[in-house]
């Protein structure tokens, strides 16, 4: 009873969404547009179909996520260089060595930033900088939930760096 009640109201309401529009003049020339018809000769005007478009389904988040449902939440933090180091020699290159606990799941990732840009991104826990200009850096490690989503961050280290012949 329920639903043919619903049918029913929604019919109607279609009915009453699609009725006729009409247009006329007045004397002095004024054009004016009703639902009713007016005295004064009003005409149907036809109107074009309206533009629909259908409603998308949000797309699912991975399924990928922790024994409890959700997803992990990582505890980065950079093992070497040591936080306030001072780097010898920047031409030659640098290991960034990175701890996440707990291990990274598949499709996990690390991320590498050096002076607040993205250096690399990597499944691994070790960066190679090939080379860093002289003066002060800093960089922080970030792990990526899909490679995308940062789950956890590393404290931001500062270095500095020396080149040959500079000290």
């Known amino acids: 009873m329920l639903r043919a009640l619903l049918t029913l109201s929604l019919a109607l309401g279609a009915a009453y969404v699609a009725a006729e529009i009409y247009q006329s003049r007045d004397a002095e020339g004024r054009v004016t547009y009703s639902d009713r018809p007016s005295d004064q000769g009003a005409e149907p005007v036809q109107l074009p179909t309206t533009n ?16 409890d449902g959700a997803a992990p939440n990582y505890r980065v933090s950079i093992v070497s260089p040591a936080a306030d180091a001072v780097i010898p ?12 606990e707990p291990p990274l799941r598949e499709g996990d990732s ?3 930033l050096v002076d607040g840009s993205e250096f690399a991104t990597a499944e691994g826990t070790s960066f190679s900088i090939p080379q860093l200009s002289r003066g002060a850096h800093t960089l922080r490690a970030q792990a990526l939930y899909r490679g995308r989503y940062p789950r ?3 404290a931001e280290h500062g270095i500095f760096v020396y080149w ?3 000290r």
């Open 52 to 67: 629909t478009t259908p409603a998308v389904a949000p797309r699912e988040r991975p399924a990928d996520k922790g024994e």
């Open 89 to 100: 020699n920047g031409l030659v290159p640098l290991q960034v060595q990175i701890s996440v």
């Open 110 to 112: 690390l991320q590498l």
């Open 152 to 154: 956890g961050s590393s």
């Open 164 to 166: 040959p012949g500079n």
